[in-house]
């Protein structure tokens, strides 16, 4: 079956500018999940999504970021005024309840 | 807070020659142990999930093991194609899996 998708696969911007990005989880997985992952850095938690219960929004590292998913399906982790530290790799990721995530290929953020 | 440390941070290898990677944890009450495999450009692909002290998993040439304090990814006669980034991760009573930085693994055919 599809795999967790994401768009866009690289996106470039300028510094001070709102990017969105999207992911779309495997069919019926109930938990969402973004990373965040850094040259030479390991995954860095960013937020969860669980059914209807409000997400863990802990791992955000300051308020210029926000995510919110429509429907139990898609998700969008939108970053306001970008700044060149935004520049990472983002990771989606998906399960059924807590079990084994699976990521998506990633969308490479660079911010100039 | 729960920490995860890979070691070593690279290896490589000589095709057909087997080693292991190592994943040292912390955590407040393990509920699983996870290694993921990551290729350049790519999202990490799940391998394995261990849950209690003792518990082996095996796919291939890898085989995954746990203790109370780590956990060993066992590579035997690699091949070429088993050159990736090896991650580990340990989902405590929070919600997130906390990952290590990484083994990045060579093998030279």
């Known amino acids: 079956g599809a795999g967790v998708s994401q768009s866009p696969s690289n996106k470039v911007t300028e510094k001070g500018k709102d990017v969105e990005l999207r992911c779309d989880p495997i069919s019926g997985h109930t938990a969402l999940y973004w990373y965040r992952q850094s040259l030479g850095q390991g995954l860095e938690f960013l937020i969860y999504f669980q059914g209807n219960s409000a997400p863990d929004k802990s791992g955000l590292p300051s308020d210029r970021f926000s995510a919110e998913r429509t429907g139990g399906s898609v998700s969008t982790l939108t970053i306001q005024r970008t700044q060149q530290e935004d520049s990472a790799v983002y990771l989606c990721?998906?399960?059924?309840?807590?079990?084994?995530?699976?990521f998506g290929p990633g969308t490479r953020l660079t911010v100039l | 807070e729960d920490q995860v440390t890979q070691s070593p941070e690279a290896l490589r290898l000589q095709e057909g020659e087997s080693s292991s990677l190592n994943c040292s944890y912390t955590?407040?009450?393990?509920?699983?142990l996870f290694w993921y495999r990551q290729d350049p450009g790519k999202g990490p692909e799940f391998l394995f999930t261990?849950?209690?002290a003792g518990e082996e998993k095996e796919k291939e040439r890898l085989k995954a093991t746990l203790t109370k304090k780590e956990s060993f990814l066992h590579i035997t006669a690699p091949k070429p194609e088993d050159s990736a980034t090896y991650l580990c991760?340990?989902?405590?009573?929070?919600?997130?899996?906390?990952f290590g930085e990484g083994t990045q693994l060579t093998v030279n055919p």
């Open positions: 261990l849950y209690s």
């Open positions: 955590v407040s009450g393990l509920r699983g």
């Open positions: 990721a998906s399960s059924f309840s807590r079990n084994e995530q699976f």
């Open positions: 991760a340990v989902l405590g009573s929070g919600s997130r899996l906390t």
